[in-house]
């Protein structure tokens, strides 16, 4: 979904016809999600959501993620052995993480499109591709 364009109704629009019924709570954690372009993790969701609404748990954030991930409409990156973070792009593409400020970005990328469902006779349900190394910005502030 575009990131740029997501509103509350859009969201709305967007669980339904995802078949998911659109409960408050679903519908601010999936509009959170949708606006940031840091792929936060339940903790940084929580803390920024419980702002707003002091009822949320991080139970709560965590079992409407899970509903979003078996939905299809979030992706779970393990690009840390340490946390999961989340991205409601669900548009094939990579992921860079900065060693230096832990910031992870998208990255465009196209696979052969003879590997977009199939590769070798082996049926593909998930893709991960994950890069690491320095961003531009910790390399302009370095350099
Ligand atoms: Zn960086
Ligand atoms: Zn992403």
Redesign the pocket.
Known sequence: MNKSKITIEGAKDYLVKNGINPSYQRLKIFEHLAKSTS?PTVDIIYHELSKEIPTLSKTTIYNTLNLFQRKGIV?G?TIEDNKLRY?S?TEL?A?FKCTKCGE???IPVEFPPEMNNKVNEHIVDERHFYMKGTCRNCTKNTG
């Open positions: 792929h992706i990156l991205d792009n593409h992921h992870v970005y998208d």
